[in-house]
């Protein structure tokens, strides 16, 4: 009975008709517990949204923990580390905001409207693009994180020069180019991306310098990630497609 509950609950074959079934209920429970959000207002039937989504986000919990040892395959020690997984904690925190409806004692455990947004984060568990995305993720961190460490470099570097070089009194509005370094560190990570909001703009020629800089740098970092992640997202897709193509030889 266990075992077909796991079945069931985990993203199986789409031959099993119960499996597909219960991962449709709970993309509708996920998407429709976000509509709220969507509203300032607060209507009666977000109010029975809320508490029919919370309630089947409770029983998925319990399934999945009641479940534990076919998903760890650690025995008995599975059900004390399940509790302490990533998508348990993402689980629970997209429960506890939805308790306030049990009873006034739980208002204490309703945090923000911002953190029903982790519901969001259970669509991964229903998504083979998602988790093929993950999937890149992981298997290209070490690029990534490259990337990524180069970057903070050169945007703590430019930040930096900035708040040396325009830190002084705008001649034209009487206040200062950059208050604070974290306004320097702000403009720097908006230049870098490429984004330029323009509310923070240099006014010296070895600041506007700088910006020429880091605007032709922030493309090529950008560049970078996004080569390696679609050339290792199309090879996983390959991969899969070979995966299916022999099983359905050996069908």
Known sequence: MRKRLFEIIEQGHYADKVSVAYEVMMLIAIVSSIIPLMFIEEYKAFIIIEQVTVSIFILDYIFRWFTADFYLKKGRLSFLQYPFTLWAIIDLLSILPGLQFIGRGYKILRFTRLLRILRLFKIIRYSDKMKMLGTVLRKERGVLLSVLGIAIFYVFL?????????????????????????????????????????????????????????????????????GVITASYLEEIRALKRKNRKSEEKE
């Open 158 to 226: 430019t930040a930096l020069v900035m708040f040396n070089t325009e830190s002084h009194v705008d001649p034209l509005t009487g206040n200062k180019s950059f208050e604070c370094f974290f306004d320097a560190l702000y403009w720097a990570t908006v230049t870098l991306t490429t984004v330029g909001y323009g509310d923070m703009t240099p006014v010296t020629d070895i600041g506007r310098f700088v910006s020429m800089l880091s605007s032709m740098f922030g493309v090529a970092i950008i560049a970078l990630p996004s």
